[in-house]
Nanobody
Framework: QVQLVESGGGLVQSGGSLRLSCVAS????????MDWYRQAPGKQRELVAS???????NYGESVKGRVTISRDLGKNAAYLQMNSLRAEDTAVYYC???????????????WGQGTQVTVSS
């Protein structure tokens, strides 16, 4: 069984910072991409940041310049540092990993349960 667990969400004031963590566990062979998405009530899920095993990074336009994604390959973990937070950043943040397992070498995407981020005005 493979699962992702996010942590680090909470309540923060506008202009503040928050650091989210995502750790994958299980019989993992390799992880090619780890991403952060977010979804606010009544809105579509949108990309926040993505990073592959070559070090290529992509940020969503709404957060570019305010967030930084990083990875710890040895721990199968990804982190999202968020600064200058705004009320519109309030959402559930989800981690996704594209990976292969020992049982199945086909690439598959695994989603975490999400962590709530609330930014007060």
């Amino acid at each position: 069984q493979v699962q992702l667990v996010e942590s680090g969400g909470g309540l923060v004031q506008s202009g503040g910072s928050l650091r989210l963590s995502c750790v994958a566990s299980g019989d993992i062979l390799s992880v090619s991409v780890m991403d952060w998405y977010r979804q606010a009530p009544g809105k579509q899920r949108e990309l926040v940041a993505s990073m592959n095993d070559l070090g290529n990074i992509n940020y969503g336009e709404s957060v570019k310049g305010r967030v930084t994604i990083s990875r710890d390959l040895g721990k199968n973990a990804a982190y999202l540092q968020m600064n200058s937070l705004r009320a519109e950043d309030t959402a559930v943040y989800y981690c996704r990993a594209t990976l292969k397992t020992l049982q199945d070498r086909r690439a598959q995407s695994i989603w975490g349960q999400g962590t709530q981020v609330t930014v007060s005005s």
